[in-house]
């Protein structure tokens, strides 16, 4: 049965930039992580994370760097409950339109034996002390007690309370572990709700990891027992099995706003083109029967289905791919732009899909495109999209790829030659054996640029149907304790691999250099 009556806007913190971020091979560059901000920013979140300032002098220099670009969202630094991190955290944000100091100390009994080694009583006093300290800088604290899903719930009321009177805004209850289940959670935000002097003063948040695939369930939960915001990533990234899916929870309350009787401000619109970047950067493809944004969630096999479809859509769809700004010409592979399309058509497809180049990069983009059109019939909104990427690096090129031949058959090894120039004049050329066409230019670039790193992931794929499709790489290598992703899109695949490896040798050249 629906409810009927005034929606509540639950309000979205996006931590895709601090615990999406920190999960293994999510790592981001600093440019990318600005885009990535802004993208969210667009997205309309109240709130992004956008890293863990003491964390390391990276991880500062972003949040100070998204804290000067963003301003119709807050942005949030986490600390722990230090002084050294709030003042950190402190000078990170002092650019920030609207600042938030994301406190968190740990509440349940095994982490507070084992991790902290803190007796409860002093917890809660370096809690409430820290959470003070904090408001001294700004108003927007928010206080998280980790591993709330396994803490006893009279001693986080006893906390909340504690730093509700030290100035929190927000109190988070975080399932950190992602061991609770859903009717458990409910329970516990509802107790936490009815129990703790002065909660209905200030933000009940959630905040909740997807171990057991319960997260948006959970999250979900925790709205219908009155939290106000939940904190979520873009395409579920986050430590071990991710964070809970901001796009799931969004349109979940959007399209059953009649039983949840709540909704977020986030503009569903750009959902699609968030999901995009954020898995171009990491390199971490979102699986294709991922709820809402993965490649077939509007796709239609059986026949009855298709039938139906066709009869009238909302028989097999609850949301349209309109609703989360999957682009018009989907299925993917239709016509959208040919080779007699001229600069305004393309601008203007590319303003339709969020992206807006300045003219050096819609020039670059141009030339690209029409060396595609001629290669391709027809030109899709993925191709375009590979283009963009392709031409806006996120870091500047130490190496550009000037060209390329291999050699290779059943009853000979393969060999390859390359040839690269460096950004500051010189060309270097040289030639390689390996096991195939891949290992060998792959060994090839590695004695140009004099360093071996580890390969940790290569795939390839096909942008889109059809044996002229573009074929699309993604490289991750490894040099010391480090990642690097590269991504490289041509119609030879060969060509899309080698492009992916020196983008991601050039991160990690940028990278190293710093
Ligand atoms: O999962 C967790 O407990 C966290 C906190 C720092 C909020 O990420
Ligand atoms: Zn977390």
């Not at 615990?19 to 979140?45: F, T, Y």
Request: aromatic fraction near 6%.
């Amino acid at each position: 049965m629906g409810k009927s009556g005034k929606k509540r806007i639950i309000k979205i913190l996006d931590t895709t930039l601090r615990d999406g971020e920190q999960a293994p091979g999510c790592s981001m560059n600093l440019n990318q992580k600005i885009d990535v901000a802004k993208r969210l920013e667009l997205l309309g979140v109240d709130v992004i994370e956008a890293g863990f300032p003491a964390s390391s002098p990276g991880d500062s220099g972003a949040v100070k760097a998204i804290a000067e670009n963003i301003k119709d969202s807050a942005v949030a630094g986490l600390c722990r409950c230090r002084k050294k991190d709030i003042e950190i955290a402190s000078s990170a944000l002092s650019k920030a339109v609207n600042p938030v100091f994301h406190l968190f100390l740990a509440t349940s009994p095994i982490h507070m034996e084992y991790k902290l080694k803190m007796k409860k009583e002093d917890v809660l006093s370096q809690a409430a002390a820290m959470v003070k300290y904090a408001r001294q800088f700004c108003a927007g604290v928010e206080f998280s007690a980790e591993d709330a899903g396994r803490s006893d719930p009279d001693f986080l009321c006893a906390i909340f309370a504690e730093v509700i009177k030290a100035g929190a805004e927000t109190v988070n209850i975080p399932d950190t572990v992602g061991y609770v289940m859903p009717d458990e959670f409910s329970r516990l935000v509802r107790y936490v709700k009815d129990h703790t002097p002065g909660i209905e003063n200030v933000v009940l948040s959630a905040h909740c990891h997807n171990d057991l695939g319960l997260a948006v369930a959970n999250s979900l939960a925790a709205v219908s027992a009155g939290a106000g915001q939940l904190e979520c990533t873009i395409n579920g990234i986050g430590e071990r099995a991710g964070n809970a899916s901001l796009e799931e929870i969004v349109m979940a309350l959007r399209v059953r706003k009649d039983i949840l009787n709540a909704d977020t401000r986030i503009d569903t619109t750009q959902i699609y083109a968030t999901s995009r970047l954020v898995s171009q950067v990491t390199g971490v493809k979102v699986q294709p029967n991922k709820a809402v944004v993965g490649e077939n969630a509007f796709a239609h096999e059986a026949g009855i289905h298709q039938h139906g479809v066709l009869a009238k859509r909302e028989t097999y769809e609850i949301m349209s791919p309109e609703s989360i700004g999957v682009p018009k010409n989907r299925p993917i592979n239709q016509m959208v732009l040919g080779k007699h399309s001229g600069r305004n058509a393309l601008g203007t497809r590319l303003a339709e899909m969020g992206f807006h180049p300045d003219e050096k990069t819609m020039e670059t983009v141009f030339l690209k495109f029409k060396e595609l059109a001629d290669k391709k019939k027809t030109v899709s909104d993925r191709d375009l999209e590979a283009l963009i990427m392709e031409a806006s690096p996120a870091v500047p090129e130490t190496w550009k790829l000037e060209h390329w031949a291999v050699n290779t058959g059943s009853a000979l090894g393969a060999s390859g030659t390359i040839r690269l120039q460096h950004k500051e004049g010189k060309a270097n050329k040289t030639v390689s054996l390996g096991d195939g066409p891949i290992d060998s230019i792959f060994k090839a670039i590695n004695h140009i640029i004099g360093k071996e790193p580890n390969l940790e992931l290569y795939e390839i794929g096909a942008i889109t149907g059809g044996s002229s499709s573009q074929g699309e790489a993604m490289v991750k290598i490894r040099w010391h304790d480090r990642v690097f992703n590269g991504m490289g899109v041509s119609t030879d695949i060969i060509e899309a691999s080698i492009k992916a490896y020196i983008s991601a040798v050039n991160a990690m050249e940028w990278e190293l250099k710093k």
